[in-house]
């Protein structure tokens, strides 16, 4: 099967046509001189294809994240679906396994914008069909989308406030679709929104049949590079190579056995390490240095969209709502010390209010220039207890009630905060560690003084987390925090189309956070793989999470 | 016999009804919320009260509480036992999959604790005071305060450290492969057996001290027998009783156990199916193994009763 479509007149070029041609292209390359050079975060002409090398055949073995909760990947907010479900499925778009981050095609082999950004135009690919043997076309994507932007009673999709201003999709042809959009967003915004690895493509006909809820439907049929094989819950998900998927030569290895494991245990790590599996992810720190050590592994550390922080409830706490106290207490932090905390537990690196490895954000020399992220926190320290004694809380708080979610970083974390409030400020907080469940409905009741937890964006832009962390009803908006200057700018960020102007703006924005901080930033996660060299076709080190790339069809086993 | 046997039968119905009753009260009055596991932190955080009505009523959580224990009572008696929140798998089938192992790790301590506390205890017993006696009353002392979790993880570590060696991480059953499976259950078995059996030494050395002071056993030496003939044909008999009752007792330990020692083995037994569903809150499935679990230690208890009568031909249930 060809990725575009055939051309069925005469291939003869006569000397007339031969100028013609020879005239526009040369006309075009003078005009693309001209024009400013393409977006580097999307390339159309770039379709997965093999290594040179790759050899076929054999089975990987690759443990993540334990089982998932249940089978529907819209639904889902974990790599504990996307880790083992991905291989199954494609989506629209996706990032390069190359990188990580460029954005390629995949079911869409080519797309359109026009120029005011308010329609995404998809050319889908022919003769691609789903593993029961159905046809793809334009009326499952239109399905998919309609389900994810505009979802169904009782189905809830992290992702859908991506495609708020996603009005009607339209299908063309069988083989083209539109999206017309209420009014413009950013491209790299929509684009990365079309790549989000949760975004995969299901059959119009499945979610009928299943009244638009898969959360119980184990094996819905995708278009991905494997089948679905068997599984043993929380054990095992084994898949095997799909002959007829479209992009032909891929997948590379016959085989794919995706074992569960709870993340950064000794249990996963023991796995890795005694050659039980291949491919190992979110190692915990210690195994990953071992695995680094050891022959014949390679061990590799990147940036996941997470970020781990401390809520102040304004609502229920006169102090908290006072600005200057939560900027005493963001500043009291010291943050590489809190880093160093938790680094056999965890790895982490120290980050602000928006990720400090993201291209808009503060870079992280400048950031660590700044007042509480520095080294030395003396400064910082000096001019928290300025602001707490300007509040009139020169003399500290008491009694603050400090939930701590019952994960062993957050509870080092929380010893650790508790005694650098009370040094820098003499704020004293009594500790109370809770089930996870229990974290979120005493977080969401307002039942808390401080609270901490970790959250993750659904999209690797600030517009995402300006909306879902420190929107005025962002869903993990915790500390109930407004400030309307701030909702104007991110309001402006999410709009604006120019990429140079909108950095600026997300620089002005952070600026505003650190003044008025809605949480308390802790530190960003990052996430440790190893694997045995024979693992071949991917090196997650430039990656931007772990939720876009988790296809394994590239990989091949030397 | 068979009215001991039908009050047992009664004694035990009621015990379980009170048990069901009590895990499927506490497990609904306890805090937290199932739907975080089910939707994730970010689904959660975005669902409205409008999909929570919905939620929860596939999930059968919004009928009033005794439809639900009723219901849950219907299940048993059908043998269906209900469906896990997640994934919609069967707790049935949850059971038959992985029960095998658990009950081949409890079976297997039990042997361990009885292979390794009889002989010592016997030992210990018939040269009190002795080295022999002393290490062995030492390391009684020693494998009963070792937390089981914490020997596993040592014997994992060092298993993986020196040999690079770890048992395999998913069930394969006893008829599949059994080497395989030996590897699975070993490690768990013996560390579980290793404390039972510490009970087991210092029970059978305390019963045997004062059945080898009764005049019996003087008279069996004044004969000229031998001393092993003593020890297992006069003596132990004789204290085996409070070792078998004490067995029974030791069991509902080793379930109890195995829940943190196949944790620390990395074993997918029963055990750890029920610690995941504690962090889950998956409360179908907790409320039927805790149920199951109860169910194994009311038998075993009557098992055990049952036995002295076949002991010790002086008690007779009438």
Redesign the interface.
């Given at each position: 099967m060809s990725d575009y479509p055939s051309d069925s007149r005469s291939s003869r070029l006569d000397r007339r046509t031969f100028l013609k041609r020879t005239g526009v292209a040369g006309a075009a390359a003078v005009v693309a001189a001209r024009l400013p050079a393409p977006v580097p975060a999307s390339a159309q002409d770039m379709t997965v294809r093999p290594e040179a090398g790759a050899k076929r055949g054999g089975t990987l073995r690759y443990a993540v994240h334990n089982a998932p909760a249940h089978f529907d990947v819209h639904q889902s907010g974990t790599v504990a679906n996307i880790g083992p479900q991905s291989p199954m499925y494609d989506t629209l778009l996706r990032r390069s396994p190359k990188d990580g981050q460029t954005i390629i095609p995949d079911l869409a082999w080519k797309w359109d914008i026009s120029p005011d950004n308010r329609k995404y135009t998809f050319h889908l690919r022919k003769g691609v069909k789903f593993h029961d043997g159905a046809d793809f076309t334009a009326a499952d994507v239109k399905a998919t989308y309609e389900r994810i932007a505009r979802p169904p009673k009782g189905v809830v999709i992290p992702r859908t406030p991506l495609f708020a201003t996603v009005g009607d999709i339209v299908v063309v042809d069988p083989h083209t679709i539109e999206f017309r959009m209420t009014e413009p967003r950013p491209k790299a915004y929509m684009l990365g929104a079309f790549a989000s690895g949760w975004n995969i493509i299901v059959r119009k006909k499945t979610l009928e049949e299943n009244q638009g809820n898969l959360r119980q439907v184990m094996n819905y049929p995708g278009t991905g590079p494997f089948k679905h094989v068997s599984r043993k819950d929380k054990e095992v998900w084994i898949m095997e190579r799909n002959p007829g998927y479209w992009n032909k030569g891929l997948p590379l290895i016959d085989r794919l056995e995706v074992y569960h494991f709870l993340p950064f245990t000794p249990e996963l790590g023991a796995s890795l390490l005694s050659g039980r599996v291949d491919y190992a992810r979110l190692l915990d720190p210690v195994t990953w240095r071992k695995a680094r050590e050891m022959k014949g592994v390679t061990a590799a550390a990147f940036n996941q969209s997470v970020i781990q922080a401390f809520w102040t409830n304004m609502q229920k706490n006169k102090a908290l709502a006072d600005r200057r106290v939560r900027r005493a207490i963001h500043l009291a932090m010291d943050r590489h010390t809190l880093v160093e905390v938790v680094k056999d537990t965890a790895p982490m690196q120290v980050g602000g209010f928006v990720y400090p490895f993201h291209e808009m954000s503060t870079p992280r020399a400048e950031l660590e220039k700044k007042l509480g992220y520095q080294r030395d926190v003396t400064p910082a320290v000096q001019e928290a207890r300025r602001l707490m004694k300007e509040a009139g809380y020169g003399g500290g708080i008491k009694n603050l009630d400090f939930v701590v979610r019952d994960i062993p970083t957050f509870k080092l974390w929380a010893v650790a905060i508790q005694a650098m409030l009370k040094e820098h400020l003499n704020i004293e907080c009594n500790l109370r560690v809770v089930q996870t469940s229990v974290w979120f409905d005493e977080a969401q009741a307002g039942n808390f003084d401080l609270a901490i937890s970790a959250i993750v964006s659904t999209l690797m832009d600030p517009s995402d987390i300006f909306s879902a962390w420190y929107g005025k009803d962002g869903p993990q908006n915790y500390s109930r925090w407004t400030n309307p200057a701030f909702h104007d700018v991110a309001s402006q960020v999410e709009r604006e189309i120019d990429d140079n102007k909108r950095k600026q703006l997300v620089r002005k924005a952070e600026d505003m956070l650190e003044q008025d901080p809605p949480l308390i930033p802790v530190a960003y996660e990052q996430i440790y793989d190893a694997w045995y060299n024979k693992v071949r076709g991917q090196n997650p080190s430039t990656y931007f999470g772990i939720y876009d790339v988790v296809r394994w069809d590239q990989v091949w086993l030397a | 016999m068979r009215k001991y046997l039908a009050r047992r039968a009664a004694y035990a119905a009621v015990t379980l009804l009170g048990v069901s009753l009590s895990v499927f009260v506490i497990l609904r009055i306890l805090?937290?919320?199932?739907l975080?596991?089910?939707?994730?932190?970010?689904?959660?955080?975005?669902?409205?009260p409008?999909?929570r009505v919905?939620?929860m009523a596939?999930l059968g959580l919004s009928d009033p509480l005794p439809v639900q224990y009723a219901r849950w009572l219907v299940d048993i008696a059908a043998g269906e036992l209900g469906k896990s929140f997640?994934?919609?798998?069967t707790v049935a089938e949850?059971i038959l999959?992985r029960g095998p192992i658990s009950a081949e790790i409890g079976i297997l301590a039990l042997v361990v604790s009885w292979l390794v506390g009889l002989p010592v205890g016997i030992l210990s017993a018939f040269k009190p005071n002795s080295i022999p006696d002393g290490l062995a009353r030492a390391m009684s002392v020693l494998f009963i305060a070792i937390p089981g979790f914490w020997l596993g993880?040592l014997i994992?570590?060092a298993l993986?450290f020196w040999f690079?060696?770890?048992a395999?991480?998913?069930?394969v059953h006893f008829w599949q492969d059994p080497w395989q499976n030996l590897q699975i259950v070993i490690g768990p078995a013996v560390v579980l057996g290793l404390a039972q059996g510490a009970y087991i030494a210092r029970m059978s050395r305390s019963c045997l001290l004062e059945v080898i002071g009764e005049d019996f056993v003087r008279t069996a030496r004044a004969k000229g027998l031998r001393e092993g003939l003593i020890v297992m044909r006069h003596a132990l008999p004789n204290a085996l009783l409070p070792v078998i009752t004490i067995s029974g007792v030791l069991l509902g330990f080793v379930l109890g156990g195995s829940v943190a020692v196949e944790q620390a083995f990395?074993v997918?037994g029963l055990g750890?199916?029920l610690v995941?569903a504690v962090?889950?809150?998956d409360i179908i499935v907790v409320q039927n193994l805790v149920l199951l679990y109860a169910a194994i230690f009311v038998l075993v208890n009557v098992l055990v009763d049952l036995s002295y009568a076949w002991l010790d031909p002086r008690i007779r249930y009438s």
């Open positions: - | 805090p937290g919320d199932p975080v596991a089910i939707l994730g932190v970010e689904g959660h955080a975005r669902m409205t409008a999909d919905r939620i596939d997640f994934r919609g798998d949850l999959h993880m994992v570590l993986l690079g060696y770890k395999p991480i998913i069930i990395g997918p750890r199916a995941t962090i889950e809150r």
